[in-house]
């Protein structure tokens, strides 16, 4: 009897414990179920009633969906977009927040403070504005509006700031100079390596958002083959008949998820790797 | 170091995209090519290819993309149409044309947004196109809605969206005694018949309406402002009465408009839910999520809804959901004339080719042959142009039992009075119908909730004079 309570007791515990996580993990992938089931499904299917069974319409939604744009195309287009921005960001977001961080010179606080500050305004705001700028430089239509801004974002730089200070050693950087490397050189061999599980962390963040960008696109680009996904998504809503077209719909954000979930998997690797390592012995 | 050579790579393969990218920026002419190499080349679309005399349309409608093949299988002409989520047209607009943008030739916009684009000046004067020729040509009420406060044309439109109503023919002849338009319209030709006939159909075991709101497109007679006074006729106060009945005396399924017992109620029986279940206080029923309706729903009794209220898409909507009951429904008028929505198109005033635009607004709107073959592509939409209704007004639906509906929509259409449309209508219309869903749900008393629809109104309005 002694020796089996216990396994016994650990096995009722582990069972509650695995029937929770399941419930768990069923709720998460439920949205996702649901959402690859209705791509099957047609319109007309999916307002009336609720079904885990896929349907027989995923060639008929397909043709719906190709017949309003090229999905492809529109992927595409988004990558063009989101990888040149993310990169941007996490580069240079790196960059000013190593520079913040650890060197010292007068306007340090004052430059740390107003970019707080511009963490605080909406970029909505200034649309008009901001396409007026467009207008004048000839950017309209074009993605550099899309891209570039992403140099400088200020959230991105106060978080990878404080990360800095955290991990890394001042030390490190003392003895590279030591050994007679530029500051440039110890920023991309020693500081970026340290940085990097949270320059990851950010940059999926930063595609994510890039990704699913949607106001900013909608307004700056003014060609169908230009559009990014989430613009060209919505224009399925632009049908005489709404209901039509919600097979496409939920088909069209399938297929556009997939590339989240790709990177997603690239950079949830690297960081729980990079986790682990230190660079420091103490 | 895996990740640098990662990153190096990726940040080299962003710069060479970005470099493409950046092609396409200024000179459209050598950027195009390279940006599609650069690109792969998915889609050498139709558009981009084409003359300079090509004109842009933005439109929130994919009809207008048809329109646009059919413009260029007939004249030769190239048109590139741009379409857009309809909710965030306004915004792209207001944005794109306040800052100067020339690049649209032909805009687009649904009657609320209308007085908007009016006031900032972004509709070009068809008048000196000679766009008053054709008045007589084309139903009153759209003529008036495409004209700004002084009358000046600005935009027109291919579509008349009357409302009517919709309803089961054989649930008429088993209730009433017959199934005629006519006679059943009578059942719905003011607010007090339209309680009574409600009160026989749940007798008999119906209900008139799937949801309560089913008489919105016919809800007032009147125009909200007069001579910038906020104007609360008493048709308002009768159509207030008649919703909060349906609702408080069991009239209605208490499905709510779009949701998926809604759309059941075309098709067959649905489960009549409570008034707690719409509300949501009693959550035993999610009427969004249609996941676990029927499981959720089998104790409840059952009916059929009678009729539904919806402008003329509504033909659509019913087709494509009325599955077994097909060619059991018909149309006949409200108590009231009305209609809901329409795409109104008109030329950019910082267009460069405004005489290709218009060009391009007499084929989709004036021409008797586009609206003929409009017709036929749409499967039911109904033009603006009288003589096409006049030539097509023998044809029948059979969904609708055989009713010869253009004739009857070119008769609702022509009782439209568009006077009564102003620009504060959406926002005043709104604050009402809050107004009206807090006393059926017994939230607020009736002075109570008139006095807080005077305080939204006064504060988006202060122009507005009001008499409490």
């Known amino acids: 009897m002694k020796r089996q309570g216990k396994p016994v007791g650990f096995v009722v515990n582990k069972t509650i414990l695995y029937i929770l996580l399941i419930l768990l993990a069923a709720l ?20 009336h009633s609720f079904s885990f069974v896929p349907g027989k319409s995923l060639g008929a939604n397909y043709r719906q969906l190709s017949d309003y744009f090229n999905i492809y195309r529109g992927m595409l287009n988004s990558v063009i977009v989101a990888l040149p921005a993310t990169f941007l960001t996490a580069y240079f977001s790196a960059m000013t927040a190593y520079g913040l961080a650890f060197y010292k010179f007068k306007t340090n606080k004052l430059i740390f403070v107003s970019i707080l500050i511009f963490m605080m305004i909406p970029g909505q705001l200034s649309l008009i504005g901001f396409y007026q700028l467009c207008t004048k430089l000839h950017m309209v239509n074009s993605y550099l509006p899309l891209i570039l801004p992403a140099i400088a974002s200020p959230g991105t730089v106060y978080f990878l700031r404080q990360y800095a200070i955290s991990v890394v050693p001042r030390s490190l950087m003392e ?18 390596p340290l940085m990097q599980p949270g320059v990851a962390t950010m940059a999926i963040m930063c595609f994510i958002g890039n990704w699913n960008n949607y106001l900013l696109p909608m307004i700056i680009l003014n060609k169908k083959e230009k559009f990014t996904l989430p613009v060209l998504i919505t224009t399925l809503n632009a049908a005489t008949d709404l209901q039509s077209n919600q097979g496409a719909i939920y088909l069209a954000v399938a297929i556009s998820v997939i590339p989240i979930l790709i990177v997603f998997c690239i950079f949830s690797r690297q960081i729980i790797g990079s986790i682990a390592s230190g660079a420091v012995k103490e | 170091m895996k990740f640098k050579k990662f990153l190096a790579v990726a940040l080299t393969a962003a710069m060479a995209l970005s470099m493409a990218a950046c092609g396409s920026t200024g000179d459209s002419g050598s950027a195009s090519t390279s940006d599609s190499t650069a690109a792969g080349d998915t889609a050498t679309s139709d558009s981009s290819s084409g003359g300079d005399d090509k004109i842009v349309v933005w439109t929130l409608a994919k009809d207008l993309e048809q329109f646009a093949d059919h413009y260029k299988e007939k004249t030769g002409k190239e048109v590139e149409t741009v379409v857009i989520e309809p909710a965030d047209y306004p915004t ?61 044309q600005r935009a027109i439109s291919y579509q008349i969206t009357p409302a009517g109503i919709y309803y089961r023919r054989d649930i008429a002849k088993k209730v009433f005694g017959t199934d005629d338009p006519e006679e059943i319209g009578k059942l719905f030709k003011d607010y007090n018949t339209i309680l009574q006939t409600a009160q026989t159909l749940k007798d008999a075991g119906y209900r008139i309406f799937a949801s309560d709101g089913e008489m919105n497109y016919f809800s007032g007679d009147s125009a909200w402002v007069v001579d910038n006074k906020l104007n609360v006729d008493q048709s308002r106060y009768d159509y207030m009465d008649l919703a909060v009945k349906l609702y408080q005396d069991d009239y209605t ?21 409570s008034q707690d279940i719409q509300s949501g206080s ?3 029923v999610n009427v969004w999520d249609s996941e676990n309706f029927e499981e959720q729903t089998k104790d409840l009794p059952k009916t059929e809804v009678f009729a539904y209220g919806l402008p003329s898409w509504g033909v659509l909507t019913l087709r494509d959901n009325v599955k077994d009951t097909s060619g059991s429904w018909g149309v006949c008028a409200g108590p009231s004339y009305g209609f809901g929505g329409g795409t109104f198109i008109g030329i950019s005033s910082q267009s460069k080719k405004k005489e290709a635009a218009w060009d391009f607004i007499k084929f989709c709107t004036l021409d008797e042959d586009t609206a003929d073959w409009w017709i036929e592509k749409s499967e039911g939409d109904v033009v603006s142009l009288k003589s096409v209704l006049e030539k097509h007004k023998d044809d029948e639906n059979p ?23 102003t620009k504060y209508d959406k926002v005043i219309g709104d604050a009402w119908g809050e107004a009206i869903s807090s006393i059926k749900t017994g939230a607020s008393d009736k002075d109570t909730a008139i006095n807080n629809f005077y305080d939204t109104v006064a504060s988006t309005y202060p122009d507005i004079e009001i008499q409490r």
């Not at chain 1, 003895?175 to 970026?192: M, P, Q, T």
């Not at chain 2, 399924?253 to 839910?273: D, E, K, N």
């Not at chain 2, 070119?410 to 449309?421: C, N, P, R, T």
Request: charged share 20%.
């Open chain 2, 253 to 273: 399924a208490y499905a709510s408009q779009w949701s998926t017992p809604w759309y059941q109620a075309m098709s067959g029986p649905i489960p009549i839910l």
């Open chain 2, 399 to 421: 969904v609708y039992g055989n009713e010869k509906l253009y004739a009857f929509w070119l008769q609702q259409a022509e009782g439209i009075d568009y006077s009564k449309v």
């Open chain 1, 28 to 47: 998460c992938i439920m949205p996702f179920l649901l959402m690859m089931v209705n791509a099957t499904r047609s319109g007309v299917e999916i307002s």
């Open chain 1, 175 to 192: 003895a590279a100079r030591l050994d007679g490397a530029s500051e440039l050189y110890i920023f991309h061999r020693i500081v970026l």
């Open chain 2, 282 to 284: 009693d959550d035993s």
């Open chain 2, 92 to 152: 792209k607009v207001q944005t794109a044309l306040m800052g100067g943008e020339s690049e649209p030739d032909v805009i687009v916009g649904e009657p609320q947004m209308l007085q908007d684009f009016y006031d900032n000046g972004f509709f070009e004067d068809l008048d000196q196109f000679g766009a008053q020729d054709y008045a007589d040509q084309v139903v009153d009420y759209v003529w008036k809605v495409g004209q700004d406060a002084d009358g000046v």
